[in-house]
């Protein structure tokens, strides 16, 4: 295992409540300094792969599907022509992440990019041939994706978030 590289398994502490704390926590931190930034600081991912290399961020707002809450979570994303794509990895851990329950709720949603632009766009969750087809490339942006779905039993959700019209 090099300086850098993932455990095998995955780690004992990272079903902690700690674990899922730091995670809650960090993940506010980047979306305020993305947000004052425009992205130009919290934009870009350098932790595991990404430290070797940086993989860009979007900021993904959601509703609460029982609290009909805003949420806002900065995630990983691939460009596939004028689609975005993101994994619902959650580093491996054994359930979906809020944030997926939530687009399945409500897929119309907003995304904040790097550089300040927003999109209104429309999740789906990808499945069959199309994950297929996405998930080498996922890997390929960020090889931790692949160690994080052999450390859990689920299949680790593909969202696709396509440009929607918006209404004036």
């Given at each position: 295992?090099?300086?850098?590289?993932?455990?095998?398994?995955?780690?004992?502490?990272l079903d902690s409540p700690w674990t899922a704390r730091l995670i809650k926590y960090g993940a506010r931190a980047q979306t305020a300094v993305f947000k004052a930034t425009g992205?130009?600081?919290?934009g870009r991912w350098r932790i595991g792969a990404g430290l070797r290399k940086p993989?860009?961020?979007?900021?993904?707002?959601?509703?609460?599907?029982?609290?009909?809450?805003?949420?806002?979570?900065?995630?990983?994303?691939?460009?596939?022509?004028?689609?975005?794509?993101?994994?619902?990895?959650?580093?491996?851990?054994?359930?979906?992440?809020?944030?997926?329950?939530?687009?399945?709720?409500?897929?119309?949603t907003t995304v904040h990019l790097p550089g300040g632009g927003t999109a209104a766009v429309t999740a789906r969750e990808v499945g069959g041939a199309e994950r297929e087809e996405l998930w080498p490339r996922l890997v390929e942006l960020y090889a931790d994706f692949a160690k994080y779905q052999a450390w859990t039993e689920r299949t680790i959700p593909v969202i696709r978030l396509s440009p929607r019209a918006v209404d004036r």
């Open positions: 295992m090099g300086r850098f590289a993932l455990p095998d398994r995955r780690p004992a502490g992205g130009r600081i919290g993989v860009d961020t979007l900021l993904l707002e959601h509703i609460g599907r029982r609290s009909g809450t805003r949420y806002t979570t900065p995630l990983l994303y691939l460009r596939d022509g004028a689609d975005l794509v993101v994994v619902a990895s959650q580093g491996g851990l054994p359930t979906d992440p809020q944030w997926v329950r939530n687009l399945r709720a409500h897929p119309e």
